[in-house]
């Protein structure tokens, strides 16, 4: 792919059916990573009442998200007051472990200066010490979903984790980006426990959002990496930093700690698992498990029968950053033809994709841009738009409201890259199916041959 | 400005919840202060764009950063039954320069790109908080934009921290009286003309009730918001009665227009059987006080007979499966009252209701109705209510979504009665649509299944094979 058109800005004033989302969104989630935990925002109302809504129609769970519903008033003349309340009332009703506060375009447009509210609670309410208490600065009107989740992850670290002189064998840290979902996150952690390893993810949604049955109610975040596992996160091996956006996370880690970091840009794909399972062996000095082998066995396999349907297939990807290089990457693997790669922000990933146009924009110019594609990849919110000019859409990402198991999808991993090859190829190959009418010869008497025979289409049955 | 609309909105005269209260407080204002830290539900921006976007062939800007739309478009199940234009998502995304230099450019330049794109009758835009703090004067834009582009670009002043969605909802009505209402003549008007305020056609419930109306004859001229269309609510002044339905929201809009118009207007209701009935005889009535044919009383009155046995026997099968089921109403509003009395009709007995949203005359009328050991709940916290359905107090609870997982998570059976549901309860056939299913999920066999413990919990009540 010599020429690549690239659109790094947006020339319209109008966003039409936004693919972005705020910030404070992201930060939020990477809250409900920790184990009881309050995610606060630092505005109006309605800023928390919007990000609830989208994250309780994307993981069907029950999302702690607090306010401190700032009016009017305290708009002009500060929010510090409200804020402090705000702590306060959480603290006495859910007695939380963290309370993840993040700035909205309210308070950031005021100018709160955080860090100065954060000595004067401190100051002001010494019976808290022993409460955690992060600061994001997640304004709504720069950057979006992705840098928000990076925000609060960066501000847990330097909050919660502590140096340590000693080291704890087979610990390690995992900066586990937005673009995994709890069912990635589980998928890693049964990869990186196969080789005898012991991983903290931070966050670890896999324990929290992944559909949890509590004995008792719970106001606060349920499950996740505890702030004493946090803490401990200094005490590591070596941290696994996934996604370009957790790099800042690694940073203040690693400066924190002296814990080294291994960066990895996606999970996603053949080579991408083996560089991990690699790692992974090299760093528990033990061989790959039988049942690792086994899966890349049938990925090789998968990607064998699967790439006839793939191949030149023309493609648009529009996702959260990290995520859209993974999956275009992956579909480049695969020989097919991302046409337009469309990301709701500007980062630094976007210089690494490989797609006929890169772009940041909306779902609008999927639209325009995806009209003689073979497939679209990307949210719900693309559904609109993909049924208006008749292409089929594979749902990735958040939000996915209009499926179950939003949240334990796993694309990460020999087995995840595999159910992914699967789903899309299935697309793909149902499309066909549907478009030859049975009886006669095929044009492609191999595959069809293959799998008509297998029955998968009914055509077995006539 | 704002403020002004604030202080007349709070003055309503026309709302019950604000006749009962003393002057003093009246002078409070309706918005609640919110609690900080223990605060749930959405902003006045939410509420105007509610009640506003289901004016289907209109665009709906939202001058403001991200967040606003981008974490909240296509989240209603309000429906249309032509133009979708309602449903595309704009805004003007606000940057950290747009908030430097101000965003009224950008914002001309969207309404703009909208208008050429897209070629609407009108163009609703949103203030937001930002913009609002920053200054911007989207007042001006929207009309030197009107007159520029030749569109009616109308300005909705509700940016969220001004305080709750219900105000939002009233906001909202403020500005189609200041803007809309009255800026276009009907083609053709009938005797039996009505509007309808304060249905949003939610899972299309409107189409339940629309083709009795067109039964007995009459015509609904307009509708605010639900299936609407931007010129038939311009036309609206035009109408012989007005219907309020979702009263505390937007009363305003029908006082006002009785006020400006001389259109005499009522609270009505969809729900529930006998609420339906009145609804239907009151529109007759009130349309034939102001001249229409006599006849219609008769047409209706057949209608609700007709309606009413047909119910009735529809819901008589439930009657056996609901024998001895409770139900825990959980939700703010009166709407749900009206439904009680078919649900009771249907056999199940309702156990206890929230009245957060209530007024006193509410209460007492519930109190009236159900005895004094009926439970009423204030502030019912979520914690209270997970305890009793754990502890088996009630069968069954209708709330809206945002309390949908203290029931599930106590493995007990849920339904949705807010502006997230799928089906409609509006009319004789949303009542029985209602029993369906809350009959389905009653005999579901998943709910015996999930309450099983776990194999590592429980002791082995099978007898070994070969025992």
């Given amino acids: 792919m010599g020429n690549i058109q690239r659109f790094p800005h947006s020339a319209k004033a109008a966003s039409t059916n936004p693919l972005k989302m705020s910030q404070p969104l992201g930060a939020a989630l990477a809250f409900l990573g920790v184990d009881r935990c309050m995610p606060l925002f630092h505005g109006s109302q309605g800023c928390t009442a919007f990000g609830l809504v989208l994250l309780v129609r994307h993981f069907r769970e029950a999302i702690p998200l ?244 793939y191949s030149r297939k023309r493609i648009a990807v529009a996702l959260e950053p990290d995520l859209l290089y993974a999956v275009t990457s992956f579909l480049a693997d695969m020989g097919a033809e991302v046409i337009a790669a469309v990301s709701p922000t500007q980062t630094a990933v976007l210089e690494k994709l490989k797609a006929a146009t890169v772009m940041v924009g909306d779902h609008s110019d999927v639209e325009t841009l995806a009209r003689d594609a073979d497939l679209i990849v990307s949210n719900s919110h693309g559904r609109q738009g993909a049924a208006r000019i008749g292409v089929p859409l594979h749902r990735m990402g958040l939000p996915m409201f209009d499926r179950l198991g939003a949240g334990l999808k796993v694309q990460v991993g020999y087995r995840g890259t595999r159910e992914l090859l699967f789903e899309i190829g299935n697309l793909f190959l149902s499309r066909e199916m549907d478009h030859d009418s049975h009886g006669h010869a095929h044009g492609d008497g191999h595959e069809h041959g293959q799998h008509c025979g297998s029955g998968s289409c009914g055509c077995s049955a006539g | ?159 969220g921290f001004v305080g709750s969605k219900n105000l939002g909802n009233k906001l909202a009505g403020e500005t189609l009286l200041d803007h809309v209402i009255g800026t276009v003549e009907p083609e053709v008007t009938t005797p039996t003309d009505i509007c309808i305020i304060g249905e949003y056609n939610l899972a299309g419930e409107l189409w339940l009730v629309k083709p009795l109306l067109d039964e007995i004859g009459i015509r609904i001229l307009s509708c605010i918001s639900g299936d609407g269309r931007y010129n038939e609510v311009a036309q609206a002044h035009r109408a012989r009665l007005t219907m309020v339905v979702c009263s505390q929201a937007l009363v305003n809009v029908g006082r006002k227009m009785q006020e400006r118009w001389g259109i005499p207007y009522f609270e009505g209701s969809f729900y529930g059987v006998s609420d339906m009935s009145d609804t239907l005889r009151t529109m007759a009535r009130m349309l034939v006080e102001r001249g229409a044919d006599k006849a219609i009383i008769d047409r209706t009155e057949g209608v609700i007979a007709r309606e009413e046995s047909r119910v009735w026997r529809r819901l008589e099968p439930y009657k056996p499966r609901f024998d001895g089921k409770r139900v825990l109403l959980f939700t703010g509003g009166v709407k749900s009252w009206s439904m009680v009395t078919a649900l009771e009709g249907a056999g199940l007995t309702i156990v206890g209701t929230s009245t957060k949203k209530s007024t006193k005359e509410d209460k007492e009328r519930i109190k009236k109705m159900k005895g004094e050991e009926f439970h009423q709940w204030d502030d019912l916290k979520p914690r209270d209510i997970y305890k009793m359905l754990r502890d088996s107090e009630a069968d069954i609870m209708m709330s809206g979504g945002r309390s949908q997982f203290i029931a599930l998570k106590a493995k007990v059976p849920w339904l949705d009665l807010n502006q997230e549901r799928h089906t409609p ?19 579901n066999p998943i709910w015996r299944q999930v309450r099983l413990a776990a194999p590592w919990d429980s002791k082995p009540d099978v007898k070994p094979v070969g025992a």
Avoid at chain 1, 110 to 131: C, I, W
Avoid at chain 1, 207 to 220: C, K
Avoid at chain 1, 277 to 290: F, I, M
Wanted: net charge negative; proline share 5%; hydrophobic share 40%.
């Fill in chain 2, 425 to 443: 309860y509006a009319g004789y056939d949303g009542i029985v649509n209602l029993c369906e299913e809350i009959d389905k999920t009653l005999s």
């Fill in chain 2, 1 to 159: 400005m704002l403020q002004e609309k604030l202080q007349d909105v709070f003055n309503e005269p026309g709302c019950s919840t604000n006749q009962a209260k003393s002057e003093k407080e009246r002078k409070k204002g309706c918005s609640k202060a919110l609690k900080p830290g223990a605060a749930a539900g959405g902003c006045a921006y939410d509420g105007a764009m509610i009640a506003l976007q289901p004016i289907a062939d209109a665009a709906h800007l939202v001058h403001g950063p991200i967040a606003c739309l981008g974490n909240s478009w296509d989240n209603r199940g309000t429906k249309s039954s032509g133009s979708q234009l309602y449903r595309t998502g704009f805004t003007t995304d606000m940057s950290e320069l747009d908030i430097i230099h101000g965003g009224e450019k950008k914002l001309y330049r969207a309404i703009k790109e909208i208008v050429q794109q897209y070629d609407p009758p009108a163009v609703f835009v949103y203030q937001t908080c930002v913009p609002a703090m920053i200054g911007d004067d989207i007042e001006a834009v929207c009309k030197f934009a009107a007159k520029k582009l030749g569109k009616p670009v109308i300005p909705v002043m509700a940016p």
């Fill in chain 1, 66 to 309: 607090q306010t401190t519903a700032m009016d009017q008033v305290s708009t002009i003349l500060g929010g510090y007051e409200n804020l402090e309340q705000a702590v306060r009332t959480i603290h006495e009703r859910n007695a939380p472990a963290l309370i993840g506060v993040a700035t909205t375009g309210v308070t950031e447009t005021k100018g709160e200066d955080m860090a100065g509210q954060y000595s004067l609670f401190r100051q002001r309410n010494p019976a808290l010490s022993g409460l955690k208490l992060v600061f994001a600065n997640t304004p709504d009107f720069s950057g979006g979903f992705e840098d928000g989740f990076s925000a609060a992850v960066t501000g847990i670290v330097e909050e919660v984790v502590q140096p340590s002189e000693t080291t704890v064998k087979g610990q390690i840290n995992v900066l586990a980006g937005c673009h995994l979902s709890p069912g990635d996150v589980e998928e890693l952690r049964d990869i990186i426990e196969s080789f005898g390893l012991s991983p903290i993810f931070l966050p670890d949604l896999s324990l929290s959002m992944s559909g949890r049955q509590p004995d008792d109610f719970t106001a606060t975040s349920l499950g996740g990496v505890t702030v004493e596992q946090i803490a401990a996160m200094g005490a590591s091996e070596a941290t696994l930093v996934i996604g370009e956006h957790m790099r800042v996370a690694a940073a203040a880690l690693e400066l924190k700690t002296d814990v080294r970091s291994l960066f990895f840009d996606r999970l996603t794909g053949l080579e991408a698992s083996d560089r991990l399972v690699r790692t992974l062996s090299e760093l528990s000095g033990r061989p790959v498990p039988a049942k690792l082998r086994r899966q890349r066995e049938t990925l090789v396999d998968g990607m064998l029968d699967g790439h006839f349907f």
